[in-house]
C-alpha cells in the first residue's frame, strides 16, 4: 500500500477527454511487520491493512460489512484470431450459467450470501434475464458494443468508447449497497488484453508475460505469441494507460478499472479475481494512484503473467490455488480469510 497520512486531501486525479475521476484518499501506511511478530502471522497483517481501508472515513462496524460481487462479461475481437481454446460463443454459455444458478461460482456465492451482479459490458450477443433467475443474482446491461473490435488489425476500441466505459464501471459501484465491492469477469480471449496490458505498462516482455499457460499446447502457445506480438506492434504508440486500455484493452477491463476507482473513492474495499481483474487495477492505478490501496488481490491464478503482474503492484494474494476460472471464483473463496481478519480485529 502507498504511505499517506489519513488527514491529507486527496491528490487531484488525472482527467480523460469528457471523463473526471473522482479524489481517491490515500490510505495511511499500515504498521509493516505484524506477520513477524504475532502468532496470527499474515492473518494479522491483512487484519491491520483492512481496518485501515474500512475506517478511512468513519468508523465501522464489522456487521456493516456487505459484500457484492461483480462479473464484468465481454467479448474480445482478437478471439477471432485464435488465441483461446474458446470462442466468443463461451461467454454467453458461462453468462447464462451464472444467470441461471447453475454455475459453481453462483452456488459459492449463494452459500455465502454473496449477492451477484453480472454487467453486460459488451458480450457478442444480446443478453436477456433467464427464465425462473434465482434472487441473488441480477443481470445489469451496460454494453459498450457487441464485443470490441480484433486489436489485431485495429484498436480495440475508440477513445470515447474506452471513456463510455469507465463511466459505466463508475456508475455500476455508485448504485451498490455495503462496504466491500468482490470484482471478477467472464470473457473469451480477455488473457489476450492482460498480457498486452502487463508487458506495456510493467516492460515485462511478451514472452515472459505470456509464458507457457497450463491449458494451452505449446503450437497454440506459439500461435498466441505471434498475434500478441502483431498487436505489440500496431500499437506501439499507446504507452499510457488510457491509451493502452482502448488501444488492447476490452469493455470488461475497462469497467472494472472504473469501478475500482469508484469503489476507491467512496473508501470501499475491493477484493480483486485473478489475472484479468488484476490487469483492470494495474490501469487503475496508472490512472488513480492510490486506488491501490483500496485493493486486496484475492488469489494467485494458474496464468504465467498473473505472477510477474503481482511482482510489479507490489502486492501478495492471499491464496494460491492454480485456478483458471475467473468469474470472481477466487474472490468468493478469499471472503471468508478476509471476514476472519476483520473479526481479529488487531
Not at 490487469?279 to 490512472?287: D, E, F, M, Q
Amino acid at each position: 500500500m502507498h504511505p499517506g497520512a489519513a488527514t491529507d486531501p486527496p491528490p487531484a486525479p488525472a482527467a480523460l477527454p469528457g471523463l473526471s475521476f473522482p479524489p481517491v484518499r490515500p490510505v495511511a501506511a499500515a504498521c509493516p511487520g505484524a506477520a513477524d511478530t504475532s502468532p496470527w502471522g499474515r492473518l494479522a497483517d491483512l487484519s491491520t491493512r483492512l481496518t485501515a481501508i474500512l475506517s478511512m472515513d468513519r468508523l465501522r462496524r464489522h456487521a456493516q460489512v456487505q459484500p457484492q460481487l461483480l462479473v464484468f462479461a465481454a467479448d474480445h475481437g482478437i478471439a477471432d484470431e485464435g488465441v483461446s481454446r474458446f470462442g466468443q460463443e463461451a461467454t454467453r454459455h458461462r453468462v447464462n450459467a451464472l444467470l441461471a444458478g447453475e454455475s459453481p461460482v453462483y452456488r459459492m456465492a449463494s452459500g455465502l450470501g454473496i449477492a451477484m451482479t453480472v454487467v453486460d459490458a459488451g458480450v457478442a450477443v444480446p443478453l436477456t434475464p433467464v427464465d425462473g433467475q434465482p434472487g441473488l443474482v441480477t443481470l445489469l446491461p451496460r454494453k459498450i458494443g457487441y464485443g470490441t473490435r480484433n486489436m489485431v488489425l485495429r484498436p480495440a476500441m475508440s477513445v470515447e468508447q474506452g471513456v463510455a466505459a469507465l463511466r459505466a464501471g463508475m456508475d455500476v459501484v455508485r448504485s451498490l449497497p455495503g462496504d466491500t465491492v468482490l470484482i471478477g469477469e467472464a470473457g473469451a480471449a480477455s488473457t489476450a488484453s492482460a498480457i498486452l496490458l502487463l508487458s506495456r505498462l510493467c516492460g515485462v516482455p511478451l514472452a515472459d508475460a505470456c509464458g507457457q499457460h497450463p491449458d494451452l499446447s505449446e503450437a497454440m502457445t506459439r500461435h498466441k505469441l505471434e498475434k500478441l506480438y502483431a498487436v505489440a506492434s500496431r500499437h506501439r504508440k499507446a504507452v499510457t494507460p488510457f491509451d493502452a486500455l482502448v488501444a488492447m484493452g476490452g469493455f470488461d477491463l475497462a469497467m472494472m478499472t472504473g469501478a475500482m476507482i469508484q469503489a476507491a473513492s467512496e473508501g470501499r474495499l475491493v477484493v480483486v479475481d485473478g489475472f484479468v481483474a488484476s490487469a483492470a487495477a494495474l490501469v487503475a492505478r496508472g490512472l488513480v494512484p492510490a486506488t491501490a490501496d483500496y485493493l486486496v488481490f484475492a488469489h494467485l491464478s494458474a496464468h504465467p503473467g498473473h505472477r510477474l503482474l503481482m511482482i510489479h503492484m507490489q502486492d501478495r494474494p492471499l491464496l494460491d490455488m492454480e485456478l483458471r476460472i475467473g468469474q470472481g471464483a477466487g474472490a468468493l473463496l478469499a471472503w471468508p480469510l478476509i471476514r476472519s481478519a476483520l473479526e481479529l480485529k488487531l
